[in-house]
């Protein structure tokens, strides 16, 4: 597949769900992709790209930054805290708010900088041992001490289970979102993105369908 066809197929999702063209934002997922590959989806001219691990993103971005204007690049994968200040200049948005030890650095690195990247809080949908994110039943409280500390909440993320059917988790997402009055969603990936659209994703993080199997 390619760049050209995912959005196309983007564009019909928006289409069919009765969405605005454009109002959701895709996210291509560039972690681990042979810089060839990352340039080749540049010079078709998209400028909103996500990593997994900031190291990664900090050996690769700045000379592709030097090349092409107007990147923007969105942490989806988990932050460490004594990494908060580094993804902190370099991303902005984080999707992986996902404790309150990180919102408070966050909250303290940005009364230091007077700038926040925007904040998504990934949300275990699942309930899965294995996986990072709030339980959904502890939602409502978190989303409440986050903006207590002054941080700008843009919505919630997930990652549903492998296998499942990403629709229920998708609903209860929304239905989360909603009730907390947050209007980000950053849902739905190469396999499913478009039932994400139909259920009110606002962010499709999509990789593999736009690069091509990862090496790494």
């Not at 925007?118 to 409440?144: H, M, R, S, Y």
């Not at 997930?158 to 988790?169: K, Q, R």
């Not at 979102?177 to 999509?206: I, K, P, Q």
Request: with cysteine; net charge negative; glycine share 8%.
């Amino acid at each position: 597949m390619s760049l050209a066809e995912i959005t196309e197929r983007l564009q019909r999702a928006e289409s069919a769900a009765g969405r605005a063209p454009g109002s959701v934002t895709l996210i291509a997922v560039s972690k681990v992709q042979p810089p060839d590959r990352v340039a080749r989806v540049l010079e078709q001219g998209h400028r909103i790209f996500g990593e997994n691990r900031v190291q990664e993103a900090q050996g690769r971005w700045p000379d592709f930054q030097a090349r092409y204007e107007g990147i923007t690049l969105h942490l989806i994968g988990p932050l460490q805290t004594n990494k908060a200040r580094a993804a902190m200049d370099l991303f902005e948005a984080i999707h992986s708010l996902d404790r309150p030890k990180l919102a408070q650095t966050l909250a303290r690195l940005a009364q230091e900088r007077g700038t926040c990247p925007d904040l998504f809080i990934q949300v275990n949908t699942g309930e899965e041992a294995q996986k990072a994110g709030i339980a959904p039943d502890q939602v409502d409280a978190f989303v409440t001490d986050v903006r207590a500390l002054d941080l700008p909440l843009e919505g919630l993320m997930c990652i549903p289970p492998v296998d499942a059917d990403p629709a229920p988790h998708f609903r209860l997402l929304a239905e989360l979102a909603a009730r907390n009055g947050l209007s980000g969603l950053s849902m739905g990936m190469s396999d499913d993105f478009e039932t994400a659209v139909a259920l009110g994703a606002t962010h499709v993080r999509v990789g593999s369908a736009i690069f091509g199997a990862r090496t790494g």
